[in-house]
């Protein structure tokens, strides 16, 4: 192949101009991939440095193949599609240029940007390149999947045994892959963080699939550590769109997606739509509210320890320091408001209800004393009077009656008493006789 010459693609002393970059770009572009290689090397064996070479690659790259263009795809100078030749013959020659591209790569992590290996990685998928260079592209772009985005991560499936558009199973590996390189401290929790919420809207595409399985979806979710999701909005709307797409779903299989959920990373809005969706099972509704119940509950004690004269500074909770925004400030201070006008409505009843039971008592006692005068007592039932006011009333009726009576006139009556019924034993006998 034929290479093009320009006198302004000559780099003199000093900075070179970007219109001289752009002509360097362009004439390496147009060699051929053996030639090209062979500059590679030799551009890497004079010290030049990673981040040059690999936008020297891109852009031959996405020039040969418009599939990996940042831009438009037809800017390409050669397109294997637009070939004479037969499909099998381009596609071996997509296979032979991807398998070239990652031989030559910089072994420096940051020498390309993330997006072009998920580019590089999803046409090496569709002509079935090697696994080693499969392997290769996984494990670069496992160390940079913080600086993907959603677009180049919804890798089609290629296999005709997977029943999904997207390939989650090779999401799943990246995302396992990119937490081992944070248990071993090479990444930051930042980094962790963005690829949580990465992974929360890939589920949320994903779940609408019907071929999805509940096994993918949980591995896919589960990869992540807790600590790495700061709230659980997203998984929780990639939980909910699952369960529209998927109402065939058990019951059990609902209780497994839900114990995904942490309840108490759910923002107030989030919270309410759980409290009301009928897709949920019933338990994980009740532990929302639990959740909502307790923070209320500690921003009650928050606000009541403010009112007072010393700071919170004993059991002061970390969790609740979090910095909250003014929409969530305004809702909390919302239920707290509605939440001290229910206090106060409950205590107006309360109140009420103690001066009507007063009034009953006040009248259940003159109508006691009423039958009282008439000598007529009312029943146990009625309420009026105790048993042990009726017991002691007796008591007092029997010393009125018989006055006060000593020992020893308790004995002169039971030893009359005793003479007296002797007769009539006896007369008893001898009528049986």
Known sequence: ?????????????????????????????????????????????????????????????????PDLAYEDANKGLTNFEE?????????MKKRFFV?????????????????????????????????????????????????????????????????????????SRLVKKFVHLDIEGAKSGAALVKVAKLVDCYLAEAAMDSNLSLSEFVALAGALPSHARATDDGLYRAIDTYLKAHPEVTKQERKSLC?????????????????????????????????????????????????????????????????????????????IRKLREEVLRLQSQCNAMQVQIEKLVEKKKGTFFRWKKLGIIPSIKSGAISVVDRIEEGDREGEAAFGRQTPIDLKTKLVRGKNSNTPKHRQWRKSLS
């Not at 192949?1 to 001289?20: E, I, Y």
């Not at 070939?83 to 596609?91: I, N, Q």
């Not at 990652?102 to 999803?122: A, M, T």
């Open 259 to 335: 114990r995904l959920i942490d309840s108490r990373k759910l923002s107030p809005e989030a919270s309410l739509h759980a409290a009301q969706n009928d897709r949920l099972p019933v338990r994980a509704v009740i532990q929302v509210l639990f959740s909502e119940q307790a923070k209320l509950n500690k921003q009650l004690d928050w606000s009541g320890s403010f009112s007072g004269i010393r700071s919170p500074n004993i059991g002061f909770d970390p969790s609740a320091a979090r910095c909250l925004s003014k929409r969530e400030v305004g809702a909390q201070q919302m239920e």
């Open 83 to 91: 070939s004479p030749e037969s499909v099998t013959a381009s596609w």
């Open 99 to 171: 398998e070239t591209l990652v031989g030559i790569l910089p072994p420096e992590k940051d020498s390309l940007p993330c997006n072009f290996f998920l580019r590089l990685l999803r046409t090496a998928n569709m002509v079935n390149v090697e696994p080693a260079y499969r392997e290769e592209l996984e494990k670069r772009i496992s160390w940079q999947l913080d600086q993907a985005s959603l677009k180049e991560l919804m890798i089609p499936s290629f296999s005709h045994t997977c029943g999904t558009l997207l390939d989650v199973e090779l999401v």
């Open 1 to 65: 192949m034929k290479k093009l010459s320009s006198p302004d693609s000559v780099t003199f002393p000093g900075k070179p101009t970007q219109f001289s970059a752009e002509c360097w770009f362009d004439d390496a572009c147009i060699l051929d991939m053996d030639y090209f290689v062979k500059t590679i090397s030799g551009i890497k064996a004079k010290g030049v440095r990673p981040d040059l070479i690999g936008s020297i690659i891109a852009h031959y790259a996405s020039k040969w193949l």
